[in-house]
């Protein structure tokens, strides 16, 4: 045997693999030996037998003579029990393996099956001596290297590169008997191993470690190359179907995980509250486990194998967590349901975080394949909280209720920073807002079943919104005590703007609650009527929330105006006192200041809203005063009006900001009215009062159209050479019933109006005709005008219908009134031909106290009170007094 080996190393020798050396230290040589690559019967190969030189002549020697040994020994072995050249060359490949891996210095995971050179020479000329095909070589080293991986680690290249090599030499007629039956088993033990190794795969190849998912990729490549080997299908005719064997591992291996999961943090023990905090932290690493299967190990698998490993994982660990929490919320619904339990902050807390991270693991079912999504044990989990969500909303109402408790408390009424509210604002908005965000991460999936959540919830901060409105309001009433005017008004500006802050906010819960998407789902389920109740009860809410708001503010300018009010009266007594040799501007100037002072106080600490709210007040108030003031001076001079009218003007610029503060539009109605008319109205003389009564008639006139009041026909025609107008009464229709019988007795008064434009003019009236709502009267009465009489607009024509009454005064049926400018013009019909052209004209009557128009009560005062003023206004009471009577 040792001139076998001496032999070798002189036939390496003589081919030029060395260059020195004797048949003495062939031993020292056999170390050395360098097989050229192109003559290694190990195809493909190159890189795997790679060898080195050595540097240790006593290393080299102990290779050589082991190697030699392991010879004898496998060639003694084979003379006894007359084994095969395959199965020789297997046990020395064996054992060769096993050594040289022992003796790897770097990891052993990386070993690339690199030998020696000795033992390479050796299986070289040991397969060239037995004759062995390239086929049987790569089908031994496949046997070889795939049992040794069954207990070291080794690099999943080399596995791979063995199955190609099978691959590309394989000729299935070459592969017989033993061979056959041995190359099976190494096919079944090796994917036995591997599919082991799959359902371990979270333990023996993490994705903390990038290394282990290299050679797990490796692992699985060399899976899926093998199942679709012809070698493969031919000697394991039964195993075709991997991915059912691949889909078995990982759901045991998964299933496994899981309930290792469960024994690591035993969600079984301790109290409720206890076991739902552990299944959280179970909830969690579920979710990371599915994250993790996603991410990495789905990639992995469909590239390799052609394995949707996520979707095989996440079914699995959804219905094993679906089952433990569904247990376990029935626990905490029994609690809940008795009367003396109450959810406790802390559990309230734990069953939301149980709740998120549900979603969280619910919300991974996207990435499943649509027919896997529909049916999951998760679908409908969040009916297992709605007992809880409605205790939690109660906790969660408590504890803002309590935060805007002392949040007020600890208030000191100053402007936070730049803002223009307090801190208490800032609190209680940050309270809403994180209710608020707490809600939108729950995302509730059933809109329609969202429906009561978002009623509660919009409730809640209403109520949370009105109460601190309310502790504010309360707080300043308290303080304003003692404070100065500057100190006072700038706490209100405070109170003030913090009721607005939480206004505003809370302005923003029909997007921020989705209140379209609640409708919308209420609708799909309820129809019409489902919408409706949506609308109706959340913007109610909303509704009722913003005038209670509306009144804590209006409360707290009702403050501010009031202690305004002493300043503001003396200012405008100033005004009404100040002698007619004072301007306007001198007599206006003391009020002027004081708003000026205030305004800038206003303007530093209200929000624009705000602003126009306590502006508007103040116009309204100022208003007011005014108009008592004129009451309290009724009948004085021209002049007084004039000056309040000058001052009215002012406040009206001064609090329109030239289009900053208040609108004109706005300012210009209301009282602003009724003071207008008042000082225009005084500022006119008698006569002037009359005739814009009467303008004011013929407008009247104009409106009406039907009235219960019946209606007159007449005609009327002016002759210009003779300046007369002449009136021919028709008749009358539907006149009211004053009489006990159900009937009257109508008669017509015809005037020329007003008096002092026709002084000469006498009233003219008709005959009476008895009982009869439809009197007919076919008379003729007529008055001499003049041009320029009824060139005026208010000259008019006024047709008093009454009832006769020979016992007692006659009762008003109504009147109507006619412009001479309708019938007095040149070029109307002349008389002769007035019964033939002239088309009659109808006129609605009407009724009206004459007290009620304020003209009548300007008449009325001492200093009107003269010549035909008296008369009228004597004949307008004895109308008004008969209207009493009926």
Same mark, same amino acid.
């Given at each position: 045997?040792?001139?076998?080996?001496?032999?070798?190393?002189?036939?390496?020798?003589?081919?030029?693999?060395?260059?020195?050396?004797?048949?003495?230290?062939?031993?020292?040589?056999?170390?050395?030996?360098?097989?050229?690559?192109?003559?290694?019967?190990?195809?493909?190969?190159?890189?795997?037998?790679?060898?080195?030189?050595?540097?240790?002549?006593?290393?080299?020697?102990?290779?050589?003579?082991?190697?030699?040994?392991?010879?004898?020994?496998?060639?003694?072995?084979?003379?006894?029990?007359?084994?095969?050249?395959?199965?020789?060359?297997?046990?020395?490949?064996?054992?060769?393996?096993?050594?040289?891996?022992?003796?790897?210095?770097?990891?052993?995971?990386?070993?690339?099956?690199?030998?020696?050179?000795?033992?390479?020479?050796?299986?070289?000329?040991?397969?060239?001596?037995?004759?062995?095909?390239?086929?049987?070589?790569?089908?031994?080293?496949?046997?070889?290297?795939?049992?040794?991986?069954?207990?070291?680690?080794?690099?999943?290249?080399?596995?791979?590169?063995?199955?190609?090599?099978?691959?590309?030499?394989?000729?299935?007629?070459?592969?017989?008997?033993?061979?056959?039956?041995?190359?099976?088993?190494?096919?079944?033990?090796?994917?036995?191993?591997?599919?082991?190794?799959?359902?371990?795969?979270?333990?023996?190849?993490?994705?903390?470690?990038?290394?282990?998912?290299?050679?797990?990729?490796?692992?699985?490549?060399?899976?899926?190359?093998?199942?679709?080997?012809?070698?493969?299908?031919?000697?394991?005719?039964?195993?075709?179907?991997?991915?059912?064997?691949?889909?078995?591992?990982?759901?045991?291996?998964?299933?496994?995980?899981?309930?290792?999961?469960?024994?690591?943090?035993?969600?079984?023990?301790?109290?409720?509250?206890?076991?739902?905090?552990?299944?959280?932290?179970?909830?969690?690493?579920?979710?990371?486990?599915?994250?993790?299967?996603?991410?990495?190990?789905?990639?992995?698998?469909?590239?390799?194998?052609?394995?949707?490993?996520?979707?095989?994982?996440?079914?699995?660990?959804?219905?094993?967590?679906?089952?433990?929490?569904?247990?376990?919320?029935?626990?905490?619904?029994?609690?809940?349901?008795?009367?003396?339990?109450?959810?406790?902050?802390?559990?309230?807390?734990?069953?939301?975080?149980?709740?998120?991270?549900?979603?969280?693991?619910?919300?991974?079912?996207?990435?499943?394949?649509?027919?896997?999504?529909?049916?999951?044990?998760?679908?409908?989990?969040?009916?297992?909280?709605?007992?809880?969500?409605?205790?939690?909303?109660?906790?969660?109402?408590?504890?803002?209720?309590?935060?805007?408790?002392?949040?007020?408390?600890?208030?000191?009424?100053?402007?936070?920073?730049?803002?223009?509210?307090?801190?208490?604002?800032?609190?209680?908005?940050?309270?809403?807002?994180?209710?608020?965000?707490?809600?939108?991460?729950?995302?509730?999936?059933?809109?329609?079943?969202?429906?009561?959540?978002?009623?509660?919830?919009?409730?809640?901060?209403?109520?949370?919104?009105?109460?601190?409105?309310?502790?504010?309001?309360?707080?300043?009433?308290?303080?304003?005590?003692?404070?100065?005017?500057?100190?006072?008004?700038?706490?209100?500006?405070?109170?003030?703007?913090?009721?607005?802050?939480?206004?505003?906010?809370?302005?923003?819960?029909?997007?921020?609650?989705?209140?379209?998407?609640?409708?919308?789902?209420?609708?799909?389920?309820?129809?019409? %009527?489902?919408?409706?109740? +949506?609308?109706?009860? /959340?913007?109610?809410? *909303?509704?009722? !929330?913003? =005038? #209670?708001?509306?009144? @804590?503010?209006?409360?707290?300018?009702?403050?501010?105006?009031?202690?305004?009010?002493?300043?503001?009266?003396?200012?405008?007594?100033?005004?009404?006192?100040?002698?007619?040799?004072?301007?306007?501007?001198?007599?206006?100037?003391?009020?002027?200041?004081?708003?000026?002072?205030?305004?800038?106080?206003?303007?530093?600490?209200?929000?624009? %809203?705000?602003?126009?709210? +306590?502006?508007?007040? /103040?116009?309204?108030? *100022?208003?007011? !005063?005014? =108009? #008592?003031?004129?009451? @309290?001076?009724?009948?004085?001079?021209?002049?007084?009006?004039?000056?309040?009218?000058?001052?009215?003007?002012?406040?009206?610029?001064?609090?329109?900001?030239?289009?900053?503060?208040?609108?004109?539009?706005?300012?210009?109605?209301?009282?602003?009215?009724?003071?207008?008319?008042?000082?225009?109205?005084?500022?006119?003389?008698?006569?002037?009062?009359?005739?814009?009564?009467?303008?004011?008639?013929?407008?009247?006139?104009?409106?009406?159209?039907?009235?219960?009041?019946?209606?007159?026909?007449?005609?009327?025609?002016?002759?210009?050479?003779?300046?007369?107008?002449?009136?021919?009464?028709?008749?009358?229709?539907?006149?009211?019933?004053?009489?006990?019988?159900?009937?009257?007795?109508?008669?017509?008064?015809?005037?020329?109006?007003?008096?002092?434009?026709?002084?000469?003019?006498?009233?003219?009236?008709?005959?009476?005709?008895?009982?009869?709502?439809?009197?007919?009267?076919?008379?003729?009465?007529?008055?001499?005008?003049?041009?320029?009489?009824?060139?005026?607009?208010?000259?008019?024509?006024?047709?008093?219908?009454?009832?006769?009454?020979?016992?007692?005064?006659?009762?008003?049926?109504?009147?109507?009134?006619?412009?001479?400018?309708?019938?007095?013009?040149?070029?109307?019909?002349?008389?002769?031909?007035?019964?033939?052209?002239?088309?009659?004209?109808?006129?609605?009557?009407?009724?009206?106290?004459?007290?009620?128009?304020?003209?009548?009560?300007?008449?009325?005062?001492?200093?009107?009170?003269?010549?035909?003023?008296?008369?009228?206004?004597?004949?307008?009471?004895?109308?008004?007094?008969?209207?009493?009577?009926?």
């Amino acid at each position: 045997m040792g001139r076998y080996f001496k032999q070798i190393a002189k036939s390496v020798r003589s081919n030029g693999s060395a260059s020195s050396g004797s048949e003495e230290n062939a031993d020292d040589f056999l170390g050395c030996i360098n097989v050229p690559l192109n003559e290694c019967p190990i195809v493909g190969y190159d890189t795997w037998f790679k060898l080195e030189p050595r540097s240790s002549t006593s290393k080299v020697q102990g290779e050589c003579h082991l190697i030699l040994k392991l010879f004898t020994n496998q060639r003694d072995t084979a003379s006894s029990k007359t084994d095969s050249n395959v199965s020789i060359h297997k046990k020395l490949l064996s054992q060769i393996v096993e050594y040289e891996h022992a003796h790897v210095k770097r990891e052993p995971y990386n070993w690339n099956g690199q030998v020696c050179p000795a033992a390479c020479t050796v299986l070289t000329h040991h397969a060239v001596q037995t004759d062995l095909s390239p086929l049987q070589q790569a089908v031994i080293r496949w046997q070889c290297y795939s049992s040794h991986h069954r207990t070291q680690r080794l690099c999943y290249s080399l596995l791979l590169r063995l199955l190609r090599t099978i691959d590309a030499e394989w000729d299935p007629s070459a592969v017989r008997g033993e061979l056959e039956r041995q190359l099976s088993d190494s096919f079944r033990l090796y994917t036995e191993h591997c599919l082991c190794l799959m359902k371990n795969m979270r333990q023996v190849f993490p994705c903390s470690s990038a290394a282990a998912i290299a050679r797990y990729e490796l692992m699985l490549r060399g899976v899926g190359y093998m199942q679709n080997m012809p070698a493969f299908q031919t000697v394991c005719p039964l195993r075709h179907d991997l991915h059912l064997d691949i889909t078995t591992a990982v759901k045991k291996g998964t299933a496994e995980w899981y309930e290792s999961l469960i024994a690591q943090f035993k969600p079984e023990d301790g109290t409720l509250e206890e076991q739902l905090k552990k299944l959280v932290q179970v909830v969690d690493a579920v979710c990371a486990d599915v994250q993790r299967a996603q991410n990495v190990y789905n990639k992995l698998f469909y590239s390799t194998v052609k394995e949707d490993f996520f979707s095989i994982s996440y079914r699995q660990l959804e219905k094993q967590v679906a089952d433990d929490v569904n247990v376990a919320m029935e626990r905490v619904c029994g609690t809940l349901e008795q009367e003396s339990s109450r959810l406790t902050q802390a559990m309230g807390e734990t069953i939301f975080e149980l709740f998120m991270s549900l979603k969280i693991l619910n919300g991974f079912r996207e990435f499943l394949p649509l027919k896997d999504a529909k049916m999951l044990a998760l679908t409908g989990s969040h009916n297992w909280f709605k007992s809880s969500i409605h205790r939690w909303l109660e906790i969660v109402h408590e504890r803002s209720c309590d935060r805007i408790r002392n949040a007020v408390e600890t208030d000191k009424l100053e402007r936070a920073q730049q803002a223009k509210h307090s801190s208490s604002a800032v609190e209680v908005v940050t309270c809403l807002s994180q209710v608020r965000e707490m809600w939108l991460q729950l995302a509730w999936p059933d809109s329609a079943g969202a429906f009561i959540f978002v009623t509660r919830l919009t409730d809640n901060f209403c109520s949370e919104a009105v109460c601190y409105s309310e502790m504010i309001t309360r707080k300043i009433e308290r303080n304003q005590l003692g404070q100065d005017h500057k100190s006072f008004t700038v706490q209100l500006c405070v109170g003030l703007n913090n009721t607005e802050h939480a206004r505003v906010f809370l302005g923003h819960l029909p997007r921020d609650l989705d209140w379209q998407g609640v409708e919308r789902a209420m609708e799909e389920s309820c129809g019409a %009527e489902g919408k409706e109740q +949506v609308y109706k009860a /959340l913007n109610g809410q *909303l509704v009722n !929330m913003d =005038l #209670d708001l509306q009144r @804590e503010a209006t409360r707290l300018i009702t403050l501010l105006t009031d202690k305004m009010q002493p300043e503001l009266r003396r200012y405008i007594q100033h005004i009404s006192l100040s002698p007619d040799s004072i301007n306007n501007d001198d007599a206006v100037s003391p009020l002027m200041k004081y708003l000026q002072d205030t305004m800038a106080i206003l303007t530093e600490n209200l929000v624009k %809203e705000n602003l126009t709210r +306590v502006l508007q007040s /103040l116009w309204e108030l *100022l208003l007011r !005063m005014i =108009l #008592d003031a004129i009451a @309290e001076n009724a009948g004085v001079q021209v002049e007084f009006y004039n000056r309040f009218q000058y001052t009215v003007e002012t406040l009206l610029q001064f609090l329109h900001v030239k289009g900053e503060g208040l609108s004109l539009e706005d300012m210009k109605s209301g009282d602003y009215k009724v003071l207008d008319e008042e000082l225009r109205m005084n500022k006119c003389s008698s006569f002037e009062l009359i005739e814009q009564y009467y303008l004011e008639k013929i407008s009247h006139q104009k409106t009406l159209k039907h009235t219960r009041y019946g209606r007159i026909s007449l005609k009327c025609y002016y002759e210009a050479p003779e300046q007369r107008l002449t009136v021919e009464i028709l008749h009358a229709a539907d006149i009211i019933a004053l009489d006990a019988n159900g009937l009257s007795d109508p008669f017509v008064i015809v005037e020329l109006c007003p008096h002092h434009l026709f002084p000469a003019a006498k009233s003219q009236r008709t005959q009476v005709k008895l009982k009869t709502l439809h009197p007919v009267f076919d008379e003729l009465f007529h008055f001499h005008v003049s041009p320029e009489q009824y060139r005026h607009r208010y000259a008019c024509l006024t047709f008093t219908v009454m009832d006769y009454d020979w016992l007692s005064t006659n009762d008003f049926a109504g009147e109507a009134v006619a412009p001479l400018s309708d019938f007095c013009w040149p070029g109307r019909p002349s008389a002769s031909a007035a019964g033939k052209s002239v088309q009659p004209v109808i006129l609605h009557l009407s009724r009206s106290k004459p007290s009620e128009k304020p003209i009548m009560r300007m008449l009325g005062r001492p200093r009107r009170r003269q010549g035909r003023l008296r008369s009228l206004s004597r004949r307008l009471k004895e109308i008004e007094k008969s209207m009493e009577e009926e």
